[in-house]
């Protein structure tokens, strides 16, 4: 029959565990000035918005017949990053407000 008490045996430690709060670094550099952010965001590139290409949005939806899925997947392949409900979005906010259908929400719709 074995022993239990042999199976209880303590794994030893590394060393003495400090006892620290994750994810918080031990010192903190310096924050930099505002001005030094200001500058780093002047020298980012301009995002480039979906808005930006409501023509190209437009050819595919009511020329080609694209479903909204269709079109982000079209963007995709040439390397602007979106999904099918940006696309939806943005087709919708370059529809004038005098052609909207009164019956649809357009509550999350911001007009150009």
Known sequence: MKNNASKSKSKPTAGPVENTQPGIPATQPECPEPEAFLAQAKKESKRKLLLDHIATINTLRDEKKFT???????????????????????????VPEDQRHQDQDWSDVEPE
């Open 68 to 94: 909204f899925r269709e079109i982000a997947a079209w963007f995709n392949k040439r390397g602007f990053e979106t999904d099918h409900s940006a696309v939806y979005r943005a087709y919708l906010s370059a």
